[in-house]
């Protein structure tokens, strides 16, 4: 099949490379050099150094008018921009029928009055005719790229979404399991890196193996409560994109958003643990969305309260552990 994809950073890169190895795959790169350095060096130098890419993978450029119709001689279009490309790309999608999923984990910044929203809240604004949904799940880019074993799911309300996904991407390295709970999936992969910034502060700050089971136990409490207010189904929050994807991005050092609580609980400021990255954290820029939807829905999530209250500078990393630690005893639920 032929599969475009839109963005070059580590992770559509990652997948891009991991199809290619069975199908035609565009990557579309939305600077001119970089697409030239791919297409010249077989390698994403940049975004996901040391990886070969294969002869079926080709780079692309232009401005966005190219994109419709990359998007239209492909089986499969891909967004693989951090979340907060996503409305620009699903509008120059918009007249195209599908099908589309994007990869980005997270909710808009919220602009104004009104909430952050989750993909599918802006493909619903933005493209309401598109046939699409989001691939997410546990899952580090350069253990995708090398071939190592790894599962996703791909969401969506449309069979033949995904289908495409499971089609264009499981193979004996990738299996990938469909489920039509997208809300479910979105804030499982949304709420997880918000989490991840609190586990890594956490390790930083050596509180601790209890403390950090204890962060992700009651985190994954968090995440499911939000989840069931804004319609997803309790049961997702134990699956790849719930439990799995917690588990990986919380105790995995290749993890952006975990490093960023690392970095924070050494003393670094937000702004240094951001730069120093090279790659998006979509916790950052998150966790104000989810506290202010939580809040709107009257749902409570101490820990991600905790996070934005550290990345707006109002707790330091100790007054965000004695503000946990210090609130009156609750019952477990
Ligand atoms: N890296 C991973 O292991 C991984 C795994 C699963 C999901 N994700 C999610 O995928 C998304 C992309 O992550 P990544 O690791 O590829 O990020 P990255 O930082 O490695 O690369 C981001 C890419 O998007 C481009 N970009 C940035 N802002 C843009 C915008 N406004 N419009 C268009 N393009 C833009 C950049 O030029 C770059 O090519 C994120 O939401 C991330 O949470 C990442
Ligand atoms: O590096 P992170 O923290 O953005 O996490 C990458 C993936 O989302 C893990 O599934």
């Known amino acids: 099949m032929k599969i475009a994809v839109f963005g070059a950073g580590a992770w559509g890169t990652a997948l891009a490379v991991s199809a290619a190895r069975r199908h035609e795959v565009t990557l579309w790169a939305r600077d001119p050099a970089q697409a030239a350095a791919i297409d010249r060096e ?26 419709p119709r ?9 967004v693989a921009t951090p979340m907060a490309g996503l409305r620009e790309m699903l509008t120059h999608l918009r007249q195209h029928p599908g099908p589309v999923a994007w990869l980005c984990k997270g909710f808009e910044a919220p602009v104004g009055d009104a909430d952050g929203l989750l993909g599918h809240e802006v493909k619903a604004q933005v493209a309401p005719g598109l046939q699409a949904g989001i691939l997410s799940g546990p899952s580090f880019a350069l253990e995708v790229a090398r071939g190592q074993p790894t599962a996703l799911v791909a ?30 999936v979105e804030i499982g992969g949304a709420v997880k890196n918000v989490l991840a910034i609190a586990t890594g502060l956490c390790d930083g700050l050596a ?23 804004l319609g997803a189904r309790p049961e997702t929050f134990m699956g790849l994109s719930g439990l799995g994807d917690l588990v990986l991005t919380a105790t995995g050092d290749l993890s952006r ?7 924070l609980a050494q003393g670094a400021t937000l702004q240094q643990a951001v730069d120093s990255l090279g790659h998006v954290a979509e916790g950052v820029y998150c966790a104000r969305a989810v506290v202010r939807r939580a ?6 999530m101490p820990i991600a309260r905790a996070v934005v209250a550290l990345l707006d500078g109002e707790l330091a990393p100790s007054g965000a552990v004695a503000a946990l630690m210090g609130r009156d005893p609750v019952a477990e639920g």
């Open 257 to 263: 958003n975990r490093r960023v609580g690392l970095l």
């Open 295 to 300: 809040r709107h829905l009257a749902v409570e």
């Open 70 to 78: 990359l998007a239209g001689g492909s089986d499969l279009s891909i």
């Open 207 to 229: 509180l601790g193996l209890n403390a950090r089971a204890a962060l992700i136990t009651r985190g994954l409490a968090e995440m499911t409560r939000l989840g069931v207010a």
């Open 42 to 67: 077989r390698e994403n130098r940049r975004y996901l150094p040391g990886i070969a890419l294969p002869p079926a993978l080709a780079a692309a450029t232009g401005g966005a008018h190219v994109i």
């Open 155 to 184: 969401a969506s309300d449309s069979a033949v979404v995904r289908d495409a996904l499971v089609a264009a991407f499981h193979s004996p390295q990738l299996r990938v399991y469909g489920n039509d709970d997208v809300a479910g």
